[in-house]
Structures are given as structure tokens and as C-alpha cells.
């Protein structure tokens, strides 16, 4: 796997983690149901 | 002297595994997390497989033989959790840890390590929950639903079982993500997103339905914890909480988890039809938008396992309307399957066996689940065996009917031999015609009025029950034949070819059987003959 690929998956990876995270916060704290 | 000049990924391309155990503790490579997966995934169905056995014991004749009441609502519920969490998810990511790469033509998953810290946390997780059993007050009892207050008065277990959900949730989210980054980054030029086989593209909206339900599901088990623990009162009335908004959190997950659960099964049964049918899959593009409609769907229809909380009449109808439409793109998938199979050269393999007893026995599923949601007919379904039939059909002759046959269509392929074709055929005839003693009977006890989740019944349901229970001993033990199966063509048997089955197509049949440790490090060409496949 070449660095620009490895750089690319890991942002991508981040991007989609931190989504998960703020839908978990969302339920908790704001929660739209 | 030669060493000295070979570079350090040329010398990666020839290794194999690592010797011993520890090969396993410390892989990054995906056919061995994809065997990981599924092994897991088979000893949990026997897990959970067990359970049930209890639940139909039990229930084999009227009155309290075997379980008390309390032990039985605790097979019932982690019967639930250890199939769901602990057998039909982890055997997909089994299936996509494997197919996902070699499908695409990409040389391993994209972040390898993450894979293996994705398939390790589950062991953990299992461990805890079903250590539960050996606490004082038991396992979980009060359902896979975890409602409120009733969860809230177990014994000691719940902790364990919030922090059991948040781990699998962990390892689903981190799975799925890898799942993305792989099929967005690491397809073989050429591969375009429309060419890619339709399992491929069931998994990749299956794993965006993961990032964004599982997190929900961990949020509403931390507020269980907190209302139990820390003294908040989210789902407590007398704190100014509401009960019933956990249910609308839990089932805002609950409904996109049924279609976590059977949209990749789509996908496999999407890819072994066309082979035996030795025909292109018919409405590859509309086969893509359904499955894309479906997952759109899943967020707007979760009140519909509520009906009865006491719904404004506008909730109900609009819950209703969403749900009847999911049945519009499920119907161009039946159709298409159909229309593939029309006027081809069909045979009639285990894996094919399997795959068409999906289409008839998973719409029969379908079509239960139309009647579940004409509102004032759900209100005498509800809570019934009515409704413990309609699921079963979808997750035991869908899901599971795709896991088996995923597996006999690419065990060759994995392990490089055939298995007993004799032995598949029994396989198949045993488990369809128990399963169907097993679950269509209790169409009837759910009609004539038997509630779900009971360790006893009124002496009119005993008839029914009885088949029932026969039927689920018989399917039961059928599935140790599967075991075996597996087994053996995992330790040998006749030499599997290539392409192993004659219509096959698609990049993972370009691969020598079994596939070498590493494959694609330099990427394939995309022909025209392995695209769609």
C-alpha cells in the first residue's frame, strides 16, 4: 500500500469514527426522538 | 547476495502465516480474520443454537418441566444476543473479510491492524455476557429489547451486559468502517463502483447503516447505566423521564439492524443465483438502488415495532405507510432473482438449494411482516408467537439460509476442496423441511392468541408447540451435519478447481484454490466477463 493510499484510508477512517461518535453524543446529550 | 537487494514489501509478497497459535492472536491479514469471524460465528450459533433447544424443550408440552420461568426468560433473551450480536453479524464480517479484498481486487483490508483488534474484542465481550448465567440473579431476562424499568430490576448483570453491548457496538462500528475504507480506496483500477459484484455493494451500505445505528444503541445502554448508577432519570417517570422514549431511541437502531442483518444475506444469494443459473444477474443497477432504497427506508419505520405504546392516529398511519413501501425495492430484489433464474441453465448444488429455499421462505417472511404492519391487525399480533414466526423466517431462512449457503458456495474456494456434495444435499432437505415445522406452526399459535416469552401456555396451544419442538430438535441436530461438513472439507477432500463451479465469475475465481496468502499486491485487469460478478 503506497503512503498517499495509507493517508487517504486513515482520513477517511477518522471522518467516518468521529460521525460514529457524534451520532452516540447526539442520542445522549441532544437527543432528536 | 540477492537477499540484500530484495526490498522489504517484495519480501512480504512470499511469506505465509506465522507458525502456531500466535499466528491467530496477532494476524492483520483478512482471510485469517475472515476465518476468525466465522468460526466465532459457528461456535456462537451453537451457543445460541443451545438456548433455543431450552426455550423449545420447555415448551414442548403445557406446564413448567425443565426451566423455571426466570431461567427460561433468560435463555429467551440471550438467545437473542448471542445470535444477533454474537452469530449472524460476526459470520458476515467473516464473509466480507474474505470476499470483500478478493472481490475487488485489493491486496488486504485497509487498516489491517484495526481488523484484528475489531475481531478480538469480541471474544471479550461474549465472555461477559454469557458470564452473566454464574451471577447471583442471572443472565439479562427482561428481553433483547432491553426495555426499561424491567431491565432495570435484574440482578447484578447489568453492567455486564452494557458494557458486553458497547464492546460488540465498538467492534461492529470499527469493522464497518474498515469495510468503507477498503471498497472507497482500494479498488483495482477499473473497478468501478457499478461494476462491483452485488455483495460488495450490500456490505458498503450495510456498513454506512453501522455507523450510524450502532452508536445509537451504545447511547441508550449508557443511559440504562446512568439510571441505574448515577442517579439520572432519562427513562424514569418519576424523575421526568419517559419509558417509551428508549424504545424510540432502541428501536431507531433496532429497525436498520434488521436490515444490517439481511442485506449482505441479499448479497450473497445475489451472487450464487447467477452462477447457477449460468446467467448475468438480471437488474444489476436496480438490485444497487434497491438495496439503497431499503437501508433509506429502515430510518423512517422503527415506531412500527410500537404500536401499542399509545401513538397520536397520524404516528400510527405514517409508520405504517414507510413500512408497507420497504416492500416495493424487497419485491424488485424477489423479482430479479426470478427473472435471473427464468429460462436459465440452472443446477441444483447445495449452495443453489439453499439460496432458492431464501427466495420462497424469506418472502414468506416478507409477507408476515406486511401484516404486522396494518396497524389495528398488529394490535392483536403484537407480543405474540405471530410475530417470533415472521422474524424467524426472516433471520433463520433468510439470514442464516445465506450464511449456509455463502459458505458451500465458497468453502472450496477457501480451503481448496470440495465438500461431500451428498452430505450438503441432506443437509439442505433436513434443515428445510424442519425449519418449516419448526417456525410455520407458530403462525397458527400467534393467530389463536399465544403470547411470546412464556415458559407456559393454555393446554389449546399444546398441539402446535408439540411440532414445533419436534421441528427444532430436528433442525437443531441437522446443523451438527453442517459442522461436520465443514470440517472435513476443511481437513480435505477433492481438490477444488479455479473457478470451482462453471458459472462462476468474478475476480475471486481468477484466484488459484485456496487462494495464496497474499493476493493482488499487484492490482488485477478489470475484464468485462468478472465485472457484475
Known amino acids: 500500500m503506497d503512503e498517499t493510499t495509507r493517508k487517504a484510508n486513515i482520513r477517511l477512517a477518522v471522518i467516518l469514527g468521529l460521525v460514529a461518535l457524534g451520532f452516540y453524543l447526539l442520542m445522549i446529550f441532544f437527543n432528536p426522538l | ?533
Open chain 2, 1 to 533: 547476495m540477492s537477499t540484500a537487494t530484495t526490498t522489504h514489501d517484495e519480501h512480504l509478497d512470499h511469506h505465509g502465516p506465522a507458525p502456531g497459535l500466535l499466528r491467530w492472536v496477532f494476524t492483520t491479514n483478512h482471510k485469517d480474520i475472515g476465518t476468525l469471524y466465522l468460526l466465532f460465528a459457528l461456535m456462537m450459533f451453537f451457543v445460541g443454537g443451545a438456548l433455543a433447544l431450552g426455550i423449545r424443550l420447555e415448551l414442548f408440552e403445557p406446564g413448567l418441566q425443565f426451566l423455571d420461568p426466570h431461567l427460561f426468560n433468560q435463555f429467551t433473551t440471550m438467545h437473542a444476543l448471542i445470535m444477533i450480536f454474537g452469530a449472524v453479524m460476526p459470520a458476515f464480517v467473516g464473509f466480507a473479510n474474505w470476499q470483500v479484498p478478493i472481490m475487488i481486487g485489493a491486496p488486504d483490508m485497509a487498516l489491517p491492524r484495526m481488523n484484528n483488534w475489531s475481531f478480538w474484542i469480541l471474544p471479550f465481550a461474549f465472555a461477559m455476557l454469557i458470564s452473566t448465567f454464574f451471577m447471583p440473579g442471572g443472565a439479562p431476562a427482561g428481553g433483547w429489547t432491553m426495555y426499561p424499568p424491567l431491565v432495570l430490576q435484574g440482578g447484578a448483570n447489568l453492567p455486564f451486559l452494557v458494557f458486553a453491548v458497547h464492546l460488540m457496538g465498538i467492534s461492529s462500528v470499527l469493522g464497518a468502517i474498515n469495510i468503507i475504507v477498503t471498497i472507497l480506496n482500494m479498488r483495482a483500477p477499473g473497478m468501478t463502483l457499478l461494476k462491483m459484484p452485488l455483495f460488495v455493494w450490500t456490505w458498503l451500505i450495510t456498513a454506512y447503516l453501522l455507523v450510524a445505528v450502532m452508536p445509537v444503541l451504545a447511547g441508550a445502554v449508557t443511559m440504562l447505566l446512568t439510571d441505574k448508577f448515577f442517579g439520572t432519570s432519562f427513562f424514569n417517570a418519576a424523575g421526568g423521564g419517559d419509558p417509551v422514549m428508549f424504545q424510540h431511541v432502541f428501536w431507531f437502531f433496532g429497525h436498520p439492524e434488521v436490515y444490517i442483518l439481511i442485506l449482505p444475506a441479499f448479497g450473497i444469494v445475489s451472487q450464487i443465483i447467477p452462477t447457477f443459473a449460468r446467467k448475468p444477474l438480471f437488474g444489476y443497477e436496480s438490485m444497487v438502488y434497491a438495496t439503497a432504497s431499503i437501508a433509506f427506508i429502515s430510518f423512517v419505520v422503527w415506531a412500527h415495532h410500537m404500536f401499542t405504546v399509545g401513538m397520536p392516529l397520524a404516528g400510527e398511519l405514517f409508520f405504517m405507510y414507510t413500512t408497507m413501501l420497504v416492500a416495493v425495492p424487497t419485491a424488485v430484489k424477489v423479482f430479479n432473482w426470478t427473472a435471473t433464474m427464468w429460462r436459465g441453465s440452472m443446477t441444483f448444488e447445495t449452495p443453489m438449494l439453499f439460496a432458492i429455499a431464501f427466495v420462497i421462505l424469506f418472502t414468506i417472511g416478507g409477507f408476515s411482516g406486511l401484516m404486522l404492519a396494518i396497524v389495528p391487525a398488529d394490535f392483536q399480533y403484537h407480543d405474540t408467537y405471530f410475530v417470533v414466526a415472521h422474524f424467524h423466517y426472516v433471520l433463520v431462512t433468510g439470514s442464516v439460509f445465506a450464511i449456509i449457503a455463502g459458505v458451500y458456495y465458497w468453502l472450496p474456494k477457501w480451503t481448496g476442496h470440495m465438500y461431500n456434495e451428498t452430505l450438503g444435499k441432506w443437509h439442505f432437505w433436513l434443515s428445510a423441511i424442519s425449519v418449516n415445522v419448526l417456525f410455520f406452526p407458530q403462525h397458527f399459535l400467534g393467530l389463536a392468541g399465544m403470547p411470546r416469552r412464556i415458559p407456559d401456555y393454555a393446554i389449546q396451544f399444546a398441539d402446535w408447540n408439540w411440532v414445533s419442538s419436534v421441528g427444532g430438535f430436528v433442525f437443531g441436530l441437522s446443523q451438527l451435519l453442517f459442522a461436520y461438513i465443514v470440517f472435513s472439507t476443511i481437513r480435505g477432500g477433492e481438490k477444488a478447481t479455479e473457478r470451482v463451479w462453471e458459472g462462476a465469475h468474478g475476480l475471486e475465481f481468477t484466484l488459484p484454490s485456496p487462494p495464496p496468502y497474499h493476493t493482488f499486491a499487484e492490482p488485477p485487469k478489470i475484464t468485462e466477463a468478472e465485472a457484475h460478478s
